[in-house]
Structures are given as C-alpha cells and as structure tokens.
C-alpha cells in the first residue's frame, strides 16, 4: 500500500524539497499551501495533491490529514506556533498517523530568552504527547538568510545583531529537507529522536561577510545592529515578535548555544556537538 504523506509549508524552502524527493521515491504526497501559486502549481506537476488551508483552522487541519500517515510539520516565525501544532496534533491523532517529523529551532528549550524559541519548546511538549512518535529537528541559522539580506549585500553591508566573535555553521534549506525526506521515507529509527541541524563549518559573522564579499568581487563590510534595525532593515517594517527573537538569539549565539556541525559527507544526522 502507498504510504500518503501530508507536507506542511509546502510552498516553503524545506517543505518544497522534501515533498519532492518523497514523489521521487514514490509515495503520495499532500502539499499543504496557503495558496495555490507558481510553486503549487509545480508540485502538482510532479504529482502533488494540492491541499489549501491553514493549520490555525482546525477544521482546515482535519481534513489534511484524512486518509494520512506520516506528516511533517512546520510553522512560519510569528505568533500563533502552541495553537497550529495543537491543530496539528489533534487531527494527526483522529487520523492515527504514524509519524510526525517537527521543525522547531536550534535555540528551542524551556529556559529559552526569545519568545519564539520558548513556543516551540512548548510546541515539541504538545506533539510529544500526541500519540504518534515525533522527531524535532534543530536547525541553526539559514544559509537562505543571505538571500533576504541582498539589498544591504548590495550596498557592500553584512548587518546582524551577532557579534563578531560568536560562531554558527549556516545550514541550507535544501539540505534540511533531504533530512525531513529522509526521515518520513523511513521513520522507525527516528522516534523521539531530537536532531541538531547544522552546515559543516562555523564561521563568525565578519568571516560570513568576507566570504560573501570574495563571492561578489567586492568589499562587504560586517556591521553589528539591533534585532529591531535588523527587521526594520530586511523587511521595511516593525515586526516586535521577529525582532525580539532575532535580539535573543544574538545573545545565545554570543555564549555559542547555536554552534555545531554536522558531518553530510557522512550521510550522518549525529552533530559534532
């Protein structure tokens, strides 16, 4: 029997790449979207079920998972994470699903200083008491944060709230989710596993700037600014939710809680720390 699978945020960076390679390998995919778009329209191309709604509708929730066994689930940086994966969680379990793989963050823990980081600790709480086995993943920053930073990039500018002397190993969106692929295709050895995501070199944050720079053939300058000139900066608007966690984990970057590596040559998902 085929196994049908329900993506979460698949339109997104690691949803779209990981109901990807499950259509390669065959299995019944149901991209959960916002909206029907260019990049839903592609996924259906490649044999998706387009499924549109929002996890905060329960209702919306339910149906998605009708006839569904394995899920992936993942909730964009805003308010709202505790009550979409307790959406998530309930009709996982009127479905009998058999296996949740959870996208959480590096930073996520009880004591946690960002907002954010602090509902997801909460959320892994409500999904590990859901009944079905979960794997949280842990990913540090995103490689793709480079890309909504272009406009300053372009103006020969690297500005974060890190400091300089803080270390992370950025990670890609596609390589997440080959993990996230690879964990649903075969789910069993992951249960209750929590999976640190990182790329394979720390770097500091003016290195970053030194590598983006030789990249361009041009000087880009690191600058260290406030979580809320940071949002400001990117987005063109004050968002105080992004902007507090953005200034929290600067803190948690600055005591090395987002360092780490992992070893993909390997084909391992163990960290080196």
């Known amino acids: 029997m085929t196994v049908s699978i329900l993506?979460?945020?698949?339109?997104?960076?690691?949803?779209?790449?990981a109901a990807k390679l499950l259509l390669q390998k065959d299995f019944a995919v149901r991209a959960?979207?916002?909206?029907?778009?260019?990049?839903s329209h592609k996924l259906k191309a490649l044999g998706a079920e387009i499924f549109v709604g929002d996890v905060l509708d329960f209702r919306a929730a339910r149906r998605a998972f009708d006839g569904i066994r394995r899920a992936y689930f993942v909730y964009?940086?805003?308010?709202?994470l505790v009550q979409a994966t307790t959406h998530f969680a309930q009709a996982a379990r009127e479905a009998d699903a058999e296996?949740?793989?959870?996208?959480?963050?590096?930073?996520?823990?009880?004591?946690?200083?960002?907002?954010?980081?602090?509902?997801?600790?909460?959320?892994?709480?409500?999904?590990?008491?859901?009944?079905?086995?979960?794997?949280?993943?842990?990913?540090?920053?995103?490689?793709?944060?480079?890309?909504?930073?272009?406009e300053m990039i372009r103006n020969g500018r690297y500005a974060v709230a890190f400091g300089a002397t803080g270390r992370f190993a950025p990670i890609?969106?596609?390589?997440?989710?080959?993990?996230?692929?690879?964990?649903?295709?075969?789910?069993?050895?992951?249960?209750?596993?929590t999976y640190p995501l990182h790329g394979p070199v720390e770097l500091t944050p003016p290195e970053i700037a030194g590598i983006v720079g030789e990249a361009l053939g041009k000087e880009v300058r690191y600058e260290q600014i406030t979580g809320d000139q940071r949002v400001r900066e990117v987005l063109g608007r004050d968002l105080a939710f992004?902007?507090?966690?953005?200034?929290?984990?600067?803190?948690?970057?600055?005591?090395a809680l987002m360092a780490g590596t992992n070893d993909w040559s390997g084909g391992s998902l163990a960290a080196s720390r």
């Open 32 to 39: 959960l979207v916002h909206n029907e778009d260019e990049r």
């Open 76 to 80: 964009p940086m805003r308010p709202g």
């Open 172 to 193: 890609a969106a596609e390589d997440q989710g080959a993990v996230i692929a690879a964990i649903l295709a075969d789910p069993t050895p992951h249960a209750g596993q």
């Open 7 to 17: 993506i979460g945020g698949a339109s997104g960076a690691t949803g779209s790449v």
């Open 242 to 255: 992004l902007a507090q966690h953005i200034q929290a984990i600067a803190a948690d970057h600055h005591e």
């Open 99 to 150: 296996f949740i793989v959870n996208m959480s963050q590096k930073t996520a823990r009880s004591d946690a200083r960002s907002d954010s980081a602090l509902q997801h600790w909460l959320a892994q709480q409500v999904l590990d008491r859901a009944g079905a086995p979960v794997a949280h993943l842990h990913p540090t920053a995103f490689n793709e944060w480079l890309l909504y930073m272009r």
